[in-house]
Nanobody, 123 residues
Framework: QVQLVESGGGLVQAGGSLRLSCAAS????????MGWFRQAPGKEREFVAA?????????NYADSVKGRFTISRDNAKSTAYLQMSSLKPEDTAVYYC???????????????WGQGTQVTVSS
């Protein structure tokens, strides 16, 4: 497992942008598939995006964020990112970073989680 710390959340107006960061500890970051999830008040946690340990175009996005959100990683910095654009009030949630080793970027089987960062989109 890796230790994960998210940052970059905040309050933004609808139509605006935010970039979330997920800093990972340890020297095995490059072998981990990274994912982003979110949980809105009163709702279950849902998958947002994932990027394979191999990087490149091996990504997976929830339909609700396709074309608006982009997941990326910088292995030299052991950091994953979620660039969010054209934000909507329904994107308001606590966003969590997650990791799992050497597996495709599916929404399942993550075993390391961050503490979450709040994103609030005002209308």
């Amino acid at each position: 497992q890796v230790q994960l710390v998210e940052s970059g959340g905040g309050l933004v107006q609808a139509g605006g942008s935010l970039r979330l960061s997920c800093a990972a500890s340890g020297r095995t970051f490059s072998s981990h598939t990274m994912g982003w999830f979110r949980q809105a008040p009163g709702k279950e946690r849902e998958f947002v995006a994932a990027l394979s340990w191999s990087g490149g175009d091996n990504t997976n996005y929830a339909d609700s964020v396709k074309g608006r959100f982009t997941i990326s990683r910088d292995n030299a910095k052991s950091t994953a990112y979620l660039q969010m654009s054209s934000l909507k009030p329904e994107d308001t949630a606590v966003y969590y970073c997650a990791a799992k080793r050497n597996t495709p970027p599916s929404p399942y089987a993550y075993d390391s989680w961050g503490q979450g960062t709040q994103v609030t989109v005002s209308s």
